[in-house]
């Protein structure tokens, strides 16, 4: 009898806890983890991510009053809403910065509340949720937990930002990479740092055939963003080019004797025939003792 209570309390306990709204570790042990994915990609074809679990990295705009009452769930007595912006959106130039999604949604009961409100303008995030209604082709998304991420962005680096990638475009890469310089000073995200390691790569690789100095600044990409396909890709190109020195700054990298943050080295004094590692011997250089010294 005692086991069939038992048993019978479990089952309660089982149902009670199914019927409970869903807190971000419940959505961890409940389901498969929640699949990563892009704002972008979400907009894109948003039927297809209909309650699924999603984890979203995102730059946060504002706390805002966006509600469609009686044709979404969501009303301002139980949610509070906020915007955002795509991560890989560029914020920087007005077409990016104009282009945030409203249609965020948090209970107002969330214990996690606290943190959103502390959020400012342009800090990065990353927000696990579900697309739990759609109107007019939006989806809406209820959020259950969110973080923020490492790194600053503000008004002052997202103008250097928007001023060298002008000056990128336009060819001017000394003064290009020379601001790079001082965003890396501002702590920018980890996203951000990868985008202009890579910018700074193609420099090297493709201006000045300065393939160990494009190494370097891949390898600092690849530690911002390990799972960018195009940090591989161009890695991938510059060790072809690098030959039989590739392994050697492998090695060197490996061992922490080359440096992992941005480059003091100006940018400008950088060219064809600059090195990072010292030349491997050649027999030459080491003859063979004379069979008569011994």
Sequence with gaps: MRILIVIRNICACILLFCLLPMSYGEWKDRFTPAKEVSLEELLEKPDSWLDIPIQIP?????????????????????????????????IWESQGFNKPHAYFYVEKDNPELKTILKFKTFD???VLGKIEGMFAGKPFIRVVWFERLPG????????????????????????ALAIFQNIFDTNPPQD????????????????????????????????????DTEVHELLQECTLHLGNKAQ???????????????????????????????????????????????
Aim: hydrophobic share 35%; proline share 6%; net charge neutral.
């Design 58 to 90: 995102l730059r946060f705009a504002w706390i805002s009053d966006v509600y469609v009452p009686y044709r979404t769930r969501f009303s301002q007595d139980v949610y509070l809403n906020f915007t955002a912006w795509d991560i890989q959106e560029h």
């Design 124 to 126: 990065t995030i990353c």
């Design 152 to 175: 600053e962005l503000n008004i002052l680096n997202l103008k250097m930002i928007n001023t060298s990638l002008k000056l990128y475009k336009q060819r001017r890469f000394e003064e």
């Design 192 to 227: 951000i740092q990868s985008m202009l390691y890579k910018a700074t790569a193609k420099v090297y690789m493709y201006e000045k055939q300065a393939y160990e100095y494009a190494f370097v600044e891949l390898k600092k990409a690849e530690m911002a963003t390990p799972l």
């Design 248 to 294: 050697a700054l492998l090695q060197a990298w490996e061992d922490g004797t080359l440096q992992k943050t941005h480059s003091t080295k100006s940018p400008a004094n950088i060219t064809a025939e600059s090195t990072l590692i010292s030349p491997e011997p050649g027999p030459e250089a080491n003859p063979p003792a004379n069979e008569g010294s011994k």
